[in-house]
């Protein structure tokens, strides 16, 4: 299975951005998929993840200005991104939760992609 993302750029804060990412490959499942970042010396973080049954968390940072969301059919998720602030500024990466099967699991990155939120 491979995750393709896209979207992302620069932005002044305030703005808003859309993320998208998009699953191919055979799958039994796709159990998670969600949007972690990265910024400069910092630690990977979850941002938000969407289980398929359409329940999602989100980073307390982000809550109230992020929005994920998820099609199933078309084995896509989205992060629309509102009121982004300079500490938004990160590479952003798609991950999948993988069921080969229904007795296993295993985890997907796609490529990052860049958001920067600067005036």
């Known amino acids: 299975v491979q995750l393709q993302a896209s979207g992302g750029g620069l932005v002044q804060p305030g703005g808003s951005l859309r993320l998208s990412c998009a699953a191919s490959g055979t799958v039994f499942s796709i159990k998670f998929m969600g949007w972690y970042r990265q910024a400069p010396g910092k630690q990977r973080e979850l941002v938000a993840q969407?289980?398929?049954?359409?329940?999602?968390k989100y980073a307390d940072s982000v809550e109230g200005r992020f929005t994920i969301s998820r099609d199933n059919a078309k084995r896509t998720v989205d992060l629309q991104m509102n009121s982004l602030r300079p500490e938004d500024t990160a590479v952003y990466y798609c991950?999948?939760?993988?069921?080969?099967?229904?007795?296993?699991?295993?985890?997907?990155w796609g490529q990052g992609t860049q958001v920067t939120v600067s005036s």
């Open positions: 969407v289980h398929k049954s359409g329940s999602s």
């Open positions: 991950n999948a939760v993988i069921n080969p099967d229904p007795w296993s699991e295993y985890e997907v």
